[in-house]
């Protein structure tokens, strides 16, 4: 038996980094399996967010995970602060993982940064909550980006050292599901650093309610090199702006990166990226038309994931009473 959970912070506008890495994938495995997908407003008060700022962009990121075609009904659809098991699990299981394991992330240091000491307590624990988010669901399957591949392994070992500390079979073992040719999609402003929609700069990334003009300024102006593009993927090896463009054209045209060479190599990026930014046009701009109009009706947005979490809390706090029980916490009924 199979459970799909996935979940996207709304500390910003969902990135094409966050749709090509997660949320495309998230879609078609809604109509052959159970699937739970959430918004983790949770996850991003890790970081400061200004209060009106944090209730707009739950609602926007709602709205763009539909979008991008994602249906209440056909899925399990919600705000994880409306389903309390997450807090409360993610609560037990910082008494489960070990410190030790919570300084090995890399995603703390770089988030982080220099100053350790001034981030925030649930910053460190984060990956805590995200294997509460997933296992008050008894989820197996997690569809994410290439870079939560280390947060799904600790969220093994806690359940792990869970079942063998108290000696049961109950939390099951996950299988990260890390696919597709932008798996890890760079910041257009640096090859090396993934795109994210918390970047102070808006030029490092596309955002799925940018503008057509912006999209094709912010190609434009994307970091790259003088050479043309080569006829084999080798050979973008010490280049990772242009590999970047050349995986991000590759996965908006449902081809592969070599195909793209093979269709572009000789190009300098003059004539590249006007064909980039075409395609990316031409793939978003419906997106973010679905996105506006469902953004007009925000009673309705709401009424869908209150029902989402109704069923969300449905499946997690059985799951949660049952671990309260195994731990041998005094039943409160
Ligand atoms: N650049 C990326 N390439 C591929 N996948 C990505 N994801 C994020 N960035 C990329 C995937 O998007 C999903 C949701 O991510 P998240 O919002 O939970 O947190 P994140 O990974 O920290 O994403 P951001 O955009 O970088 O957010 P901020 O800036 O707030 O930290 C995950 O499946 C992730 O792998």
Redesign the pocket.
Known sequence: MQRVF????P??VP?L??Y???IRNWVPMQDTTDCIYCV?DL??VTAFQAPAQLLAQTREMAAALIACGLSPEKCVLFVQSHVPAHAQLGWLFNCVARIGWLNRMT?FKD?AGKDREAASAGLFVYPNLMAADILAYHANVVP?????RQHLELANDIAQKFNHDYGVDFFPRIEPMIQGV?????SLRDGTK??????PSDQSRINLNDSDDAIADKIKRAKTDPDVLPDNLAALDARPEARNLVGILAAVTGTTPEAVLAEHAGKGFGAFKPALADALVAHLAPIRAEMNHLLQDPGALDAALRRGAEKADAIAAPILARTMDIMGFLPRR
């Not at 932008?182 to 760079?186: E, F, K, P, Q």
């Not at 993934?194 to 970047?199: L, T, V």
């Open positions: 996935s979940g996207i912070q500390s910003g990135t980094g966050n090509l890495g997660a983790v996850h991003a995603q988030k994410v980006g290439d870079d939560q932008a798996a890890r999609v760079m993934k795109m994210s929609k918390s970047d």
